[in-house]
């Protein structure tokens, strides 16, 4: 069995009540595991700073003099979650990656099942929760919706899994040919294929600081995920565009042979809920398309992901 150079990846924006708790818990982790000969020495821990407006930065810093397992990669500015984690993990050289959240949310005792799911050859090992219960009730049932929803849009997604996961070096080699802007990693990452498996934890609460992810933030992550991973919806709309052509259509045969008829002139309720109802249905309609051309629009832009100001070796 051959030595693995080892890279946890964290992701920190404005982490600084929970940072210093979470390098020591993450390093005597890394201890332990060198010492039981499942990791080499030169394994790391990789800090990507998103661009915080706290002492997050300066605490990395500090432990990068003292301790050597701590690494840095400092972004310009905010860019979000996803982007972080994807700096961490195209910058660092290692055999497996695992990225992990600051809050250390993700029980780290399964780090050690994850490199023993490595070492029997799986190439990505997902984290997955065994409940939700420290969840609030809204979020709890959300995220379940969200994914029957994925599930019926056609795109695969590991249910109650995050971005807690093992990665070979392989893997995130694979990973980085997907040349979209559009990340929602979680739906990626199967895409990738190669040898996979779980394993499970329960999550915990935070212990410190507040979430970086309001419901705003939550609503337009889903709302990524959905655009950039199914086309159903736009096949939804030439779909019930075809159904309500066929509807109008009838209507207006019955409209000219009430004419003939003579019955014409009540009329204003029907015509008022036809009218609202499709002037409704095309406002949704161009949303989606809107949503579309929306996701267009980032990716032809082909901006960088990040931008990196300064590393910490
Ligand atoms: N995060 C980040 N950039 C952002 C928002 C969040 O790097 O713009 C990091 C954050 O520091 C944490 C992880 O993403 O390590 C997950 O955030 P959080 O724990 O607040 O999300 P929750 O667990 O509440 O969904
Ligand atoms: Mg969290």
Redesign the pocket.
């Known amino acids: 069995m051959k030595n693995l150079n080892l890279a946890i990846v964290?992701?920190?924006?404005?982490?600084e009540e929970i940072l210093p708790q979470t390098i020591k818990k993450l390093s005597k982790l890394l201890d332990t595991l060198i010492s039981e000969k499942l990791i080499s020495p030169s394994s790391k821990l990789v800090f990507?700073n998103?661009g915080s407006k706290d002492k997050t930065w300066d605490i990395i810093e500090k432990n990068n003099k003292t301790n050597q397992y701590v690494k840095g990669i400092c972004l310009s500015r905010?860019?979000?979650?996803q982007e972080?984690l994807l700096a961490g993990l195209y910058n660092t050289k290692a055999d497996a990656y695992i990225t992990i959240?600051?809050?250390l949310?993700d029980d780290i005792n399964v780090i050690k099942d994850m490199i023993e799911k490595y070492q029997e050859g799986y190439e990505v090992v997902y984290g997955v929760r065994n409940k939700r219960d420290t969840d609030t009730f809204f979020k709890r049932n959300t995220a379940l919706w969200f994914y029957k929803l994925m599930k019926m849009l056609g795109v695969e997604l590991v249910a109650n899994h995050?971005d807690f996961r093992l990665l070979s070096k392989r893997a995130v080699e694979t990973m980085s040919s997907f040349k979209e802007k559009n990340l929602f990693l979680r739906a990626v990452v199967p895409l990738v294929g190669y040898k996979s498996t779980n394993v499970y934890y329960d999550r915990k609460k935070?212990d410190a600081g507040?979430?970086?992810?309001p419901l705003k933030?939550m609503v337009l992550f889903a709302l990524k995920g959905i655009s950039s991973f199914s086309a159903f919806p736009l096949h939804l709309i030439t779909l019930s565009g075809i159904l309500i052509s066929i509807f109008s259509f009838i209507l207006m045969l019955w409209t000219v042979i009430a004419y003939f008829n003579n019955s014409t002139i009540v009329g204003w309720a029907s015509l008022m809920s036809v009218i609202s109802f499709f002037s409704g249905i095309t406002i949704l309609f161009m949303g989606i398309i809107g949503e579309y051309i929306a996701s267009i629009f980032v990716e032809v832009k082909n901006r960088p992901l990040y931008i990196i100001d300064k590393t910490l070796e």
């Open positions: 964290i992701p920190c924006y404005n982490e990507v998103d905010n860019f979000g979650h972080a959240d600051a809050d949310q995050a935070r507040i979430t970086k992810y933030k």
